[in-house]
Nanobody, 122 residues
């Protein structure tokens, strides 16, 4: 069993930066894929960034070049560094784990955190 707890959300000004953290408990296997999703009001859950245990990273086109996903050893924590934030980044951000490997489809994921709200104001 894996438990995920996100933190770091809040209200930030457009153009600024914010780092989200996802505390991980339980065992993460080498085949696992860890990802950040987000869900804006009235919209579906959207893939933002993902990370294989070998270090390969993946990003949606909307955040590529602005967001960076990383992890510490373990992993015990997965991070999402968000730079040059825009109004359209406003959403609830979720950390998730897929045990079988790379996927951008929310329905494939086995474990989810409770989410953390990020609101961008101008």
């Amino acid at each position: 069993q894996v438990q995920l707890v996100e933190s770091g959300g809040g209200s930030v000004q457009a153009g600024s930066s914010r780092r989200l953290s996802c505390a991980v408990s339980g065992r993460i296997y080498s085949s696992s894929f860890m990802a950040w999703f987000r869900q804006a009001p009235g919209k579906g859950r959207e893939f933002v960034a993902g990370l294989r245990m070998n270090g390969n990273t993946y990003y949606s086109d909307s955040v590529k070049g602005r967001f960076t996903i990383s992890r510490d050893n373990g992993p015990k924590t997965v991070y999402l560094q968000m730079n040059n934030l825009k109004a359209e980044d406003t959403a609830v951000y979720y950390c998730a784990v897929e045990r079988q490997g790379y996927s951008r489809t929310p329905e494939d994921y086995d474990y989810w955190g409770q989410g953390t709200q990020v609101t961008i104001f101008s």
